[in-house]
Each structure stands twice: as structure tokens, then as C-alpha cells.
């Protein structure tokens, strides 16, 4: 299943490369199939996996953006030691950019002092990012939050 969904994202154009992206009910059966992988693959795969379909939604589809952000930040919040030590050992900074979109969502749904005090370490790893794309604003909103 897990290479299935590889093959199935690779074949899709990253949103940047078109406005197209991916059409709802194709975006809904692969969200279901990687979801449908948390009792086979480690967390990091499948963030790993949710990261690409992000990337695969078209700049103008906003359904698919919420359901985006409001799945992968449940399922973020309900797993939030997996989610600290992703962001802290294994995220990347364009996906860490990319994260920032709903990180005061996780923060408002795990309440997670830790969550809020790792967010804010790996913007210091990549603080040329962070600055150009706002982040550290965002990071201050989940520390107000609190």
C-alpha cells in the first residue's frame, strides 16, 4: 500500500508547478489510504506522505486546504510526542514552512507547552526561512495561546 501511494503522489504535479493541483475525490481516497497506513508505518512516514499531498493541492482549492489542515492537525495534536519529535529531528525546512500553517492549531488542540518550546527551537535552525515567511509571528501567536 505504501508504495501505491508513492507511485499515486508522484504522479501528481507539486501545486507550485500548477494551479490544477489534485481533483476532491482523488484527494479524499489518498488522504483515507495514507491515514489508513497509522498502524503499518512509523509517524514520520506518514507525515512524510501528508507533507506531499499538501504540496499536491492547487493554489486555488480551498476545501482541500482545510480538510489539509484540519485532519493533519487532529492527527498531530493526538500524537503530539510523535509530532515534537518529528518537527525536531526529522522535518526539513521547507517542510517545517509548510507545518506552520497550522501550528496554532495544534497548539489550541494539545495545549502542548512542549509542542509550543519545540516549534521554537527549529525556527532557530532555520531562522533565514522562518523570517521569510513569517513563522516567527506564528510561533508567537502558540506562545500567546498559552
Not at 14 to 40: P, V
Not at 41 to 65: C, H
Not at 69 to 77: I, K, Q, R, T
Amino acid at each position: 500500500m505504501l508504495e501505491e501511494i508513492k507511485q499515486e503522489l508522484d504522479k501528481i504535479k507539486d501545486c507550485w508547478e500548477t494551479q490544477d493541483g489534485i481533483s476532491d475525490s482523488d484527494y479524499s481516497k489518498l488522504e483515507k489510504k495514507i491515514f489508513d497506513l497509522k498502524d503499518e508505518e512509523s509517524f514520520s512516514t506518514i507525515m512524510t506522505l501528508l507533507i506531499s499531498l499538501r504540496k499536491k493541492i492547487g493554489l486555488e482549492n480551498d476545501w482541500q486546504t482545510e480538510q489539509w489542515w484540519e485532519n493533519v492537525s487532529d492527527f498531530m495534536s493526538e500524537q503530539i510526542l510523535e509530532t515534537i519529535i518529528f518537527i525536531c529531528s526529522d522535518c526539513l525546512a521547507d517542510d517545517f514552512i509548510l507545518l506552520s500553517e497550522i501550528f496554532e492549531d495544534i497548539t489550541q488542540k494539545s495545549k502542548s507547552k512542549d509542542f509550543v518550546r519545540c516549534i521554537e527551537e527549529t525556527s532557530k535552525k532555520y531562522s533565514a526561512e522562518c523570517e521569510e515567511n513569517n513563522v516567527f509571528s506564528v510561533i508567537q501567536d502558540c506562545k500567546n495561546f498559552l
